[in-house]
């Protein structure tokens, strides 16, 4: 069954530099999630998106943007990129916004790091 | 205090035994309940979901949940080797929509031979 598929899977950066992650949901998912995981952390919640329009945000720096487009892909951008934001970065997706549930299908990842 | 609370672990469980997760939560209005097992440097997959209080069984898996308490639980019996992982506790908060899930620091689990 298709996933979510996450790019890069690995970035290197020097501090100051701007950064784009992008994310493709599973087919027929119309929401994402984007997370940031540091070391030995649990995940934190950046923002979400249904339907192209932001529907959650959480502790995103205003650094970072992100927007889904047309085709249900998002784009994670962060500028200005500071050591701190090393990390994993998730991209998560699922089916439907609301209900009773909302079960979340993680991609595997983009490995940030700020030199 | 933190919106999910979990014991960091280890928890050391031997083979075969009952494994047993803890997680506390501080919005008396949440809804929903998730358990996420995360192996090393990968992503967080979920195990279980709950929003009704009791018992739900999934195979060896058995959430519970005691709203009136905010504690959520999760059981492995038969535990095997491959069940070593981190737990993560997940909630959904009250006043946000469905998409917005706040995880717990996880439980380190370590099912010994």
């Known amino acids: 069954a298709a996933g979510v598929i996450q790019s890069p899977r690995h970035l290197i950066k020097e501090k100051r530099e701007t950064a784009t992650l992008k994310c493709y949901p599973i087919p027929r998912h119309d929401t994402v999630y984007w997370y940031q995981q540091g070391p030995g952390q649990d995940p934190q919640f950046l923002i979400s998106?249904?339907?192209?329009?932001?529907?959650d945000k959480g502790s995103i720096p205003d650094r970072f943007s992100a927007q889904q487009f047309s085709d249900y892909h998002s784009e994670l951008n962060m500028s200005s990129l500071e050591l701190g934001d090393s990390a994993l970065y998730f991209c998560a997706s699922s089916p439907r916004l609301g209900g009773d549930y909302n079960e979340q299908f993680f991609g595997p990842g983009t490995r940030l790091t700020v030199l | 205090q933190k919106e999910v609370e979990q014991n960091s672990g280890p928890l050391s469980v031997p083979e075969g035994a009952i494994a047993s997760l803890n997680c506390t939560y501080s919005d008396r209005g949440s809804q929903s309940f998730f358990w996420y097992r995360q192996y090393s440097g990968k992503s967080p997959e979920l195990i279980m979901f709950i929003y009704s209080n009791g018992d739900k069984e999934d195979g060896r898996f058995t959430a519970q949940l005691n709203k009136a308490s905010q504690y959520v639980s999760l059981l492995i019996r038969d535990s095997q080797p491959s069940d070593s992982a981190t737990y993560l506790c997940a909630v959904n908060p009250s006043g946000s929509s469905a998409s917005k899930i706040i995880f717990g620091s996880g439980t380190r689990l370590s099912i010994r031979p």
């Open positions: 998106f249904y339907e192209k329009m932001q529907s």
